[in-house]
């Protein structure tokens, strides 16, 4: 069953961290480039990391030195550390792979930032 699976999220307070982690099955998870993006209440989902297929990260300026995503290849698993959390990262990330025209999107986990 092709399918991303997304876990670690959870309440927080600020300042602190959390791991979130992307399990993919069903695909030739190595070939793949993978991102996480996240949507908050009222607001269009935005794009906040990505990962290629040779390791090569990109981040979005909001979460540059605070986050770090990652990938483990032979556990066809992605991760965004999150440090430094602050109540405007409250929100659902999601986890995405892209291989040419496939695109594939895993069903979210929350996120919420709060003292």
């Known amino acids: 069953q092709v399918q991303l699976v997304e876990s670690g999220g959870g309440l927080v307070q600020p300042g602190g961290s959390l791991r979130l982690s992307c399990a993919a099955s069903?695909?030739?998870?190595?070939?793949?480039?993978m991102g996480w993006y996240r949507q908050a209440p009222g607001k269009e989902r935005e794009w906040v990391a990505h990962?290629?297929?040779?390791?090569?990260?990109t981040y979005t300026d909001s979460v540059k030195g605070r986050f770090t995503i990652s990938r483990d290849n032979a556990k066809n698993t992605v991760y965004l550390q999150m440090n430094s959390l602050k109540p405007e990262d409250t929100a659902v990330y999601y986890c995405?792979?892209?291989?040419?025209?496939?695109?594939?999107w895993g069903q979210g986990t929350q996120v919420t930032v709060s003292s």
């Open positions: 995405n792979g892209k291989l040419s025209r496939d695109e594939l």
């Open positions: 069903g695909i030739a998870f190595t070939f793949y480039a």
């Open positions: 990962i290629t297929s040779g390791g090569t990260t």
